[in-house]
């Protein structure tokens, strides 16, 4: 008879004050109703600065000070990628602004005396409008690659249009639910969206069709039981991650060799890009991005979702898709521009 060897339990490393706090800091945001992306992308980013702590010899809140954190900086100013390429300076914004916060609550639930962050100047950010729209007839040359003949060249198809039409997030498409869409309304809600709040977006009638479509055809034949209604799945048969979604969509761009990159948040843009230069008022394509109010429109509060559908229509390019390409745009206003300076920091924050 063998005998039973009992294994030893793995000793748990103990955790440094730096880790013991910033769980309580995450603790306490999810206390606050903050989302699981926010608190998730907060960890990632304080994790980062607290594995370069230790890396120094420092493992306590009250270690950090000041000088430390301009080190920190300096190390983000000096990093190079693995293509060589130096952080962006938005990036290295994006790293600096949570650990401000977080020092801050250390300060204010009395951990720390003093907060190492409160003078610590940030990289200044520019204003770059994004590199990549597509035209109106470069979406189609997309849609049109899709092979709607496969279940999955059907999804991608009713993706690419659900994303050029109602312009909603990454995450907010991979959420969507099947009770979430009326398409005989020809709206769908989206859930939770950024900041926790729900919406309703208007979808167009070709989207609807397509969406209908692949519903009707493909999804059955990728659902797998217990089905929890997620509209779009993998052949897997299972939701989509958000870097498999952004694959997905940047493969469907890839293969119409447009010369241009990109991916969700592309069509995000074109659509508002589009819709605005069609005349759509800037306040509509606000509130359809699900954008809480821009500095230049605090004056307005609400839409109905029949007038968003009223302006979709007759401002969004799937609608007319035999409009002049070459016909007077409308000029740029400051509200767009800083519209569309918003949707570029969403883009650069979604990459990182």
Same mark, same amino acid.
């Given at each position: 008879?063998?005998?039973?060897?009992?294994?030893?339990?793995?000793?748990?490393?103990?955790?440094?004050?730096?880790?013991?706090?910033?769980?309580?800091?995450?603790?306490?945001?999810?206390?606050?109703?903050?989302?699981?992306?926010?608190?998730?992308?907060?960890?990632?980013?304080?994790?980062?600065?607290?594995?370069?702590?230790?890396?120094?010899?420092?493992?306590?809140?009250?270690?950090?000070?000041?000088?430390?954190?301009?080190?920190?900086?300096?190390?983000?100013?000096?990093?190079?990628?693995?293509?060589?390429?130096?952080?962006?300076?938005?990036?290295?914004?994006?790293?600096?602004?949570?650990?401000?916060?977080?020092?801050?609550?250390?300060?204010?639930?009395?951990?720390?005396?003093?907060?190492?962050?409160?003078?610590?100047?940030?990289?200044?950010?520019?204003?770059?409008?994004?590199?990549?729209?597509?035209?109106?007839?470069?979406?189609?040359?997309?849609?049109?690659?899709?092979?709607?003949?496969?279940?999955?060249?059907?999804?991608?198809?009713?993706?690419?249009?659900?994303?050029?039409?109602?312009?909603?997030?990454?995450?907010?498409?991979?959420?969507?639910?099947?009770?979430?869409?009326?398409?005989?309304?020809?709206?769908?809600?989206?859930?939770?969206?950024?900041?926790?709040?729900?919406?309703?977006?208007?979808?167009?009638?070709?989207?609807?069709?397509?969406?209908?479509?692949?519903?009707? &055809?493909?999804? #059955?034949?990728? +659902?797998?039981? /217990?089905?929890?209604?997620?509209? *779009?799945?993998?052949?897997?048969? $299972?939701?989509?991650?958000?870097?498999?979604?952004?694959?997905?969509?940047?493969?469907?761009?890839?293969?119409?060799?447009?010369?241009?990159?990109?991916?969700?948040?592309?069509?995000?843009?074109?659509?508002?890009?589009?819709?605005?230069?069609?005349?759509?008022?800037?306040?509509?394509?606000?509130?359809?991005?699900?954008?809480?109010?821009?500095?230049?429109?605090?004056?307005?509060?609400?839409?109905?979702?029949?007038?968003?559908?009223?302006?979709?229509?007759?401002?969004?390019?799937?609608?007319?898709?035999?409009?002049? &390409?070459?016909? #007077?745009?409308? +000029?740029?206003? /400051?509200?767009?521009?800083?519209? *569309?300076?918003?949707?570029?920091? $969403?883009?650069?924050?979604?990459?990182?």
């Amino acid at each position: 008879m063998s005998r039973v060897v009992a294994q030893r339990k793995k000793k748990v490393q103990p955790q440094t004050g730096l880790e013991v706090m910033m769980r309580e800091y995450l603790n306490a945001l999810l206390v606050q109703n903050y989302s699981t992306n926010t608190v998730s992308n907060r960890e990632f980013l304080i994790r980062q600065f607290i594995q370069w702590c230790i890396e120094r010899g420092l493992a306590e809140p009250v270690e950090v000070t000041r000088p430390v954190l301009e080190r920190y900086q300096r190390y983000l100013f000096l990093y190079r990628k693995k293509n060589g390429e130096p952080m962006s300076f938005r990036s290295q914004h994006s790293r600096l602004v949570p650990l401000r916060m977080w020092f801050r609550w250390l300060t204010r639930r009395n951990h720390l005396l003093h907060n190492p962050a409160s003078e610590l100047e940030l990289p200044k950010l520019g204003q770059p409008l994004p590199k990549t729209i597509f035209s109106a007839h470069e979406v189609e040359e997309i849609l049109q690659l899709c092979d709607v003949a496969d279940p999955i060249g059907l999804r991608d198809r009713a993706i690419v249009e659900v994303l050029y039409s109602t312009g909603i997030r990454r995450m907010e498409v991979i959420a969507l639910k099947l009770y979430d869409l009326s398409l005989d309304r020809g709206v769908l809600l989206v859930r939770q969206g950024k900041g926790k709040k729900d919406r309703y977006v208007p979808i167009g009638p070709r989207a609807v069709a397509w969406l209908q479509k692949y519903i009707a &055809e493909a999804r #059955p034949q990728l +659902a797998l039981e /217990p089905d929890d209604m997620t509209v *779009f799945l993998t052949a897997q048969g $299972e939701g989509f991650s958000p870097d498999y979604m952004t694959s997905t969509v940047k493969a469907r761009i890839d293969a119409a060799k447009l010369g241009k990159t990109g991916a969700c948040h592309l069509f995000r843009h074109t659509m508002a890009t589009l819709m605005h230069e069609n005349g759509a008022d800037i306040r509509f394509i606000q509130e359809i991005l699900g954008h809480v109010k821009l500095e230049t429109t605090q004056i307005y509060t609400h839409v109905s979702i029949r007038t968003l559908q009223q302006v979709h229509a007759t401002t969004h390019p799937a609608a007319h898709l035999g409009r002049d &390409e070459n016909a #007077p745009r409308k +000029a740029p206003d /400051p509200a767009a521009e800083q519209l *569309f300076q918003m949707l570029a920091e $969403e883009a650069a924050n979604d990459r990182e």
